[in-house]
């Protein structure tokens, strides 16, 4: 939960996602009152697996959702307190709640869970793995031949370098426009092998 805290993007789509969670448990129940709600899989969702993949985060920065739980369980306790007196009708409605938030926020960070496996994958294989590969082999002063690296980098090593980072702190930014923004800059530098 750390990391998630103390990165200040992370900690807003943390906030954002927890709040789009309480909506769907919340909306759902009103909807189809005792029905299952099922697990939160909102683009947004899919977007912060990506996120905490891409920062070297595992699935046990996914404890903010747990904290999440338990705020909604204090604020929905004290609402239901005010809903009856009957301790009969309080006891159903807490047990069955409880068991419901629960089994929704389960559904939801294995939902997230799978995605960052997914994330995963994709970010070690095929050419984000091998130029990563290649980056770290030139920064360990491997003697990795000039021209291989380039090709595999699809990039000059000689010359200047110019470093960008490619930033949106719009909590509605697609992580997809921003991939896509910076191989258009990288693509424009000017400096690609071909």
């Not at 239901?80 to 009969?88: E, N, V």
Request: no cysteine.
């Amino acid at each position: 939960m750390a990391p998630v805290a103390v990165d200040p993007v992370l900690a807003a789509s943390a906030k954002r996602t927890i709040r789009s969670n309480l909506v769907q448990w919340a909306a759902s129940n009103v909807r189809d009152p005792g029905a299952w709600v099922a697990a939160n899989l909102a683009d947004e969702l899919v977007d912060v697996a990506r996120d905490l993949v891409r920062r070297g985060l595992n699935e046990s920065s996914l404890d903010a959702y747990r904290v999440g739980q338990s705020i909604a369980l204090q604020r929905w306790t004290g609402i239901a307190f005010s809903l009856t007196s009957d301790p009969g009708e309080l006891r159903e409605l807490l047990d069955f709640s409880y068991r419901s938030i629960a089994t929704f926020v389960d559904d939801t960070v294995g939902a997230i869970s799978a995605q960052m496996q997914r994330e995963r994958a994709h970010l070690t294989s095929g050419t984000h793995a091998e130029r990563r590969e290649v980056v770290a082999l030139l920064l360990d002063g491997s003697p990795i031949p000039q021209r291989r690296a380039e090709a595999r980098l699809g990039y000059r090593l000689a010359g200047d370098h110019t470093a960008a980072i490619v930033w949106s702190d719009d909590r509605s930014s697609d992580l997809a426009e921003l991939d896509r923004a910076a191989e258009a800059l990288t693509g424009d530098s000017g400096n690609p092998v071909r």
